[in-house]
């Protein structure tokens, strides 16, 4: 920070947290995110404004020009940024096991970052870092969907004395590709089986698996029932 702002200093401070919160807040709005357009241009404008505060706290009148390196005044935007903590927790919403807006709460938390930087007089670092930014949301956007994931689903199996046994079911689920991370039998008049399944795909199971077609069409078997539990993160 320089030790006196003029206001030429703020006002191309201020056009500039202006243009790199529109920057990534184009791309947000531009996916139909919550935190879109006016939240981030706001963040960065606000964070701005607060370090530009901070600067003009600074007091060098009457003092030497190094004085201010004994002043505690970057205590005002460290506060602020414990502050976005509160508005990121917001924007992350959990349904069961669908996760959302965890990439929005770290995208307000940058763009709250950049805005310091930019207010703290650091323009060409500000800029630098919301192009990255900008290129991290819109290019690896993309390269998610390729990425193997972990899954994991729930097969209930109700059988009747005739029905396969459980070394036939194991070897069933592991020739059609999971693997067996829990296992629990229950026998009554109907046996019935309930184990959780894990395995590794780039996309998610939106249809029932083949394995549990097979079972139900298998003798011996009175019912299926075939729950994906996998946490869907979704980083938006």
């Known amino acids: 920070m320089t030790p006196i702002v003029t206001w030429q200093d703020i006002l191309l401070r201020l056009a500039t947290a202006l243009i790199v919160g529109g920057l990534i807040g184009y791309d947000r709005s531009l996916r139909g995110r919550v935190a879109g357009l006016r939240t981030t241009v706001l963040m960065c404008l606000a964070a701005a404004a607060a370090m530009i505060e901070a600067n003009l706290m600074l007091g060098v009148t009457g003092r030497a020009s190094d004085s201010f390196t004994r002043m505690d005044v970057l205590r005002f935007p460290l506060v602020i940024l414990s502050g976005i903590g509160f508005i990121g927790?917001?924007?992350?919403?959990?349904?069961?096991?669908?996760?959302?807006?965890?990439?929005?709460?770290?995208?307000?938390?940058?763009?709250?970052?950049?805005?310091?930087?930019?207010?703290?007089?650091?323009?060409?670092?500000?800029?630098?870092?919301?192009?990255?930014?900008?290129?991290v949301l819109s290019a690896l956007k993309g390269v998610e969907p390729h990425m193997i994931r972990q899954h994991r689903g729930r097969l209930i199996v109700h059988l009747t004395p005739a029905g396969p046994r459980d070394q036939d079911l194991r070897r069933q689920n592991t020739l059609a590709g999971f693997t067996i991370s829990s296992w629990a039998a229950r026998i009554e008049t109907i046996r019935r089986v309930d184990c959780h399944l894990e395995w590794y795909s780039r996309r998610a199971q939106d249809s029932t698996p083949e394995l549990v077609e097979q079972l139900s069409a298998a003798p011996g078997i009175r019912s299926v029932e075939w729950t994906p539990v996998t946490a869907r993160h979704m980083f938006e």
């Not at 709460?105 to 805005?115: E, K, M, Q």
């Not at 930087?117 to 919301?130: D, F, P, S, T």
């Open 89 to 135: 927790a917001g924007a992350i919403v959990r349904r069961g096991t669908l996760v959302t807006g965890v990439t929005t709460a770290a995208t307000l938390w940058l763009v709250t970052v950049v805005g310091l930087l930019i207010g703290a007089g650091y323009l060409l670092v500000g800029g630098v870092v919301a192009v990255i930014a900008f290129l």
